[in-house]
């Protein structure tokens, strides 16, 4: 019989390789373990994600109550304590006796016997007094109180801070920490009718949802055990994208007839989305830089039995002379730094840099330059990504209106109603977690006049 606290344990110490993202590896890890019961699953997925998203508020706590820095500990037993904490601090069905009986269990077995006691001691002293803990005051010290309670490195804090304010940067922490439904978009080829009843299909296995206020076919989704068994997913019905990706196809004003070229394509939701409103005219070329990424759009493109798309391996910052002046609609959906999906990517916040920042910059203006000529003059261009970073958003946007022939476009004509505001009828639209009911996000419109 499998040890779920074993398969947590292995998955903590594969993440400090630094080789795979832990949202990728969890999902291996569960597909490896699919057999076991779905509680022993929910099990490892949860203390595997929140061990990883709390890790500076665990290791702030153990650090008040070890002689040994975290940091100077041996890489498994650093992993025992802190997914042992994690346990302790919230897992309320789990009983504290249990947690630290098991750590040392786990020590025991991976012959680290003489740090057996160190553990117990570390853990049950603070199983006893985690009502006594120090947490750092705001008043004194904003910018560590907020990196310790949201588990958010200071670097990330200071630079929110400065781009948004205080209020808004704590508002975005706190919701990065929460648990999110899964959003998917049910194909608009299936008839208004068509699609409720699959809902209804949904509610009858009960999978709690509820329509997205953004778009009608997007849907968010709680207590589902797996997208392979979700009614309508294998049919290719459905897809998993989250409503602010939906939102870059809606404002690109995709028509029947149109040739959309997405240059970032990887897994493929956006260029699918654009083929759906197609409606079987026109086509769509997806592209990614790897036979890898590729694959994954060609997965999903055959579940979708989406015809009128071709997918083409291709590195974006290298230049294409026979797709100049081609495309109607351009996404540029570029690789960004993913700060508004920590949430669902929870380890990407503990290896950003300036310097990894500011390559990012570098690289999304090179793929810019190339790809920019690809679009036909009067025709579209969707900027977007997935992080809430000026330098990587508004500050990029003004570079290219800057330095191509591009004019921003109101966006306000292609969004739901709750969504419009000033600053998308200047071309550009942040979305920000704490305030929208999606991933944070931007998107800015632009077309080409010459």
């Known amino acids: 019989m499998e040890n779920t606290r074993e398969i947590v344990l292995e998955s903590l110490l594969e993440l400090e390789k630094e080789d795979v993202f832990s949202n990728v590896l969890i999902r291996q890890v569960l597909r490896k373990y699919d057999y076991l019961p779905p509680k ?30 975290v940091p100077k500990m041996k890489p498994l037993i650093r992993a025992v304590i802190r997914m042992s904490v994690y346990q302790l601090f919230y897992m309320d069905g789990v009983p504290d006796s249990a947690v630290c009986n098991e750590a040392v269990r786990l020590v025991q077995k991976r012959h680290f016997q003489p740090l057996k006691g160190f553990v117990n001691g ?23 109180a907020v990196s310790v309670r949201y588990s958010m490195p200071v670097f990330l804090v200071k630079l929110w801070e400065r781009d948004y304010g205080r209020g808004q940067t704590e508002k975005m922490c706190q919701a990065l920490l929460e648990i999110k439904p899964v959003s998917v978009r049910i194909s608009e080829a299936l008839s208004a009718e068509e699609q409720e009843e699959l809902v209804q299909e949904w509610k009858n ?20 055990e797996g997208l392979d068994r979700l009614p309508g997913f294998s049919e290719g019905f459905v897809t998993v994208q989250d409503v ?32 759906c409103k197609l409606w079987g005219g026109g086509l769509v070329e997806a592209r990614d830089i790897s036979e890898e990424k590729v694959a994954l759009i060609r997965e999903n493109v055959s579940r979708m039995k989406a015809e009128n798309v071709r997918v083409k391996v291709w590195d974006a910052s290298v230049s294409d002379p026979e797709m100049e002046e081609k495309a109607d609609v351009l996404y540029l959906d570029l690789p960004c730094s993913g700060l508004g999906i920590l949430g669902k990517k929870r380890d990407i916040k503990y290896h950003v840099t ?80 704490g305030v929208h009911d999606c991933d944070g996000f931007f998107l800015a419109r632009m077309r080409r006049n010459t």
Request: proline share 6%; net charge neutral.
């Open 205 to 224: 296995r009960g999978i709690l949802c509820e329509r997205h206020p953004f778009l009608s076919y997007a849907w968010n989704c709680r207590n589902l």
């Open 122 to 144: 570390v853990l049950r002293n603070i199983a006893r007094n985690k009502e006594k803990i120090v947490w750092p005051d705001p008043e004194k010290d904003w910018l560590k």
């Open 244 to 275: 602010s990706s939906m939102l870059v196809t809606e404002c690109a004003g995709v028509r029947t007839g149109d040739f959309v070229l997405d240059v970032c394509a990887a897994p493929g939701g956006k260029s699918l989305h654009a083929a």
């Open 354 to 433: 300036k310097e990894s920042l500011e390559d990012l910059v570098r690289l999304q203006r090179r793929i810019m330059e190339t790809c920019f000529r690809y679009v036909k003059p009067g025709g579209v261009i969707l900027y977007s990504t997935c992080t809430v970073h000026r330098a990587e958003n508004e500050e990029q946007v003004r570079w290219m209106c800057k330095n191509f022939p591009l004019i921003p476009e109101d966006l306000n004509p292609y969004l739901p109603e709750c969504l419009q505001c000033s600053e998308a009828e200047s071309g550009m639209l942040q979305l920000m977690p």
């Open 40 to 69: 022993e699953k929910a099990f490892i997925k949860r203390v595997t994600e929140g061990t990883v998203e709390r890790q500076i508020e665990l290791d702030y706590i153990t650090g008040q109550f070890s002689n040994v820095p």
